[in-house]
């Protein structure tokens, strides 16, 4: 079975300064997909940015990027020049077919 | 254009009842997926409807059933309610070229008592 896990509970950063949050998968897949989610306190899933296995290229979005090692099952999200409304739990996700998996989350604190 | 919808926002049960959870897809989805997140957790997938069919399951009891209807917009439903299913309940639609991408409704907050 398809596990994510992100070791990071909580993190904060300093508005306009750059933040990693990290994401490890477990997975036997070739093909499958792999999603970072946004959830403000009011309470709505927000995509962030999404990678396609088959693709080398990491996905960019504005300030958010990823870095993703299919080898080592690796999948971390870089955020750039950090807004207060980034504050937020961050959860990383896979999916194959249609189930998608979550991590635990990461909650960001960005601080002024 | 609407984004997901979800209706109620918020709902108090007791154990035993039977709950009912709407979802109205985004414009243009065809394809809605109902997940579980408990407090402090990552959501957990349910089930997604496809074509007015269940297409893939997560590993939910019986208990957890759910229809889609001809306008794509979908229920779940709950029977027997333990404390445990507490709970915020998130619907996400997507279409069918791009059904990887799932875009959430603003969930509906259960708590059972």
């Known amino acids: 079975a398809q596990t994510v896990t992100q070791s990071q509970p909580e993190m904060s950063v300093q508005e306009a300064e750059t933040v990693t949050l990290s994401c490890t998968y477990d997975t036997s897949e070739n093909n499958y997909y792999l999603f970072w989610y946004k959830q403000p306190p009011s309470r709505q899933m927000i995509l962030v940015i999404r990678?396609?296995?088959?693709?080398?290229q990491n996905a960019t979005e504005n300030r958010f990027s990823v870095n993703f090692q299919k080898a080592a099952k690796s999948f971390s999200l870089k955020i750039s020049d950090s807004q207060l409304g980034d504050t937020a739990m961050y959860f990383c996700a896979f999916m194959k077919r249609s189930d998608m998996r979550f991590g635990a989350g990461t909650r960001l604190t960005v601080k002024p | 254009d609407a984004g997901v919808t979800q209706s109620p926002t918020h709902l108090i049960k007791t154990r035993g009842q039977q709950v009912t959870l709407r979802c109205s897809p985004k414009s243009g989805h065809d394809t809605v997926s109902w997940y579980q997140q408990a407090l402090g957790q990552g959501p957990q997938f349910i089930f997604q409807y496809y074509e007015e069919e269940e297409r893939q399951r997560g590993n939910f009891p019986d208990r957890f059933s759910g229809h889609q209807f001809p306008n794509y917009s979908s229920e779940l439903n709950v029977n027997a309610l333990l404390l445990g299913d507490s709970a915020l309940y998130l619907c996400a639609s997507s279409s069918g070229s791009h059904r990887e991408t799932q875009y959430f409704g603003p969930g509906t907050r259960l708590l059972v008592l």
């Open positions: 990678q396609e296995a088959y693709k080398q």
